[in-house]
């Protein structure tokens, strides 16, 4: 069973569309994250869930917005679909606690194309 | 700022020992985490801690504010990128640019 599963794994959109990318994890854990892979491959945290709710928001375009329905499940909508919004978006969870040991599980990645 | 650093490329030759550097400037960061990347999949552990640790052919170097992941044996599979991760608050991993690691047999 995938632990950490989000969908789809491709989205080809054109500009100005909106779109979401769901993610499920089976792990029990109690924060969930979305990450970005900019251009130069950095991993960037964009939100951090920990039990349905938000506890890290960095800087994110408010087109950007998080839903966590409960805290198996953070899906991410994008409003206004924008070229510089192309990149592999990551969803992750961890076990809370803010233990400073704790790992993030990943999911396979979604590969957003905007044209 | 809190940053990552490690270099963009690493390249080597079967069998022999790899190592790839990271060093960070994140305030408050005790521990680093290494994940290995194969594009498409998603980006998996393979050792962690605040101190040098051994998982199966993967070993940790640690210092304050650097470590270095070391491959024994090193294998053209294990062409992939890897990542280097520190804390940065809570449940918050600051990562690099990752490496890519380069096999020649």
């Known amino acids: 069973d995938t632990a950490v599963s989000q969908t789809p794994k491709y989205l080809v959109t054109q500009m100005g569309n909106d779109k979401s990318i769901k993610c499920e994890q089976n792990?029990?854990?109690?924060?969930m994250y979305w990450y970005k892979q900019d251009s130069k491959k950095f991993l960037k945290i964009m939100f951090s869930y920990n039990n349905k709710e938000l506890i890290i928001n960095e800087t994110v375009p408010n087109r950007f917005s998080p839903k966590s329905p409960d805290k198996a499940h953070l899906n991410l909508h994008i409003n206004s679909l924008e070229l510089g919004d192309s990149a592999v978006y990551f969803c992750?969870?961890?076990?809370?606690?803010?233990?400073?040991?704790?790992?993030?599980?990943f999911g396979q990645g979604t590969r957003l194309t905007v044209v | 700022k809190d940053q990552v650093f490690q270099p963009s490329t690493v390249a080597s030759s079967e069998g022999a020992v790899v190592e790839i550097f990271c060093n960070h400037s994140v305030s408050n960061a005790y521990n680093f985490f290494w994940y290995l990347h194969f594009p498409g999949c998603a980006p998996r552990l393979l050792v962690k801690g605040s101190k040098p640790s051994q998982q199966g052919r993967y070993n940790m170097t640690y210092e304050r504010f650097s470590s270095s992941l070391l491959i024994l044996q090193v294998r053209e599979a294990d062409a992939a990128v890897y990542y280097c991760a520190c804390p940065g608050g809570y449940n918050k991993l600051i990562f690099g640019a990752g490496t890519r690691l380069a096999v020649h047999p």
């Open positions: 792990l029990g854990h109690d924060t």
């Open positions: 992750a969870s961890s076990q809370g606690g803010g233990d400073m040991n704790t790992e993030a599980f």
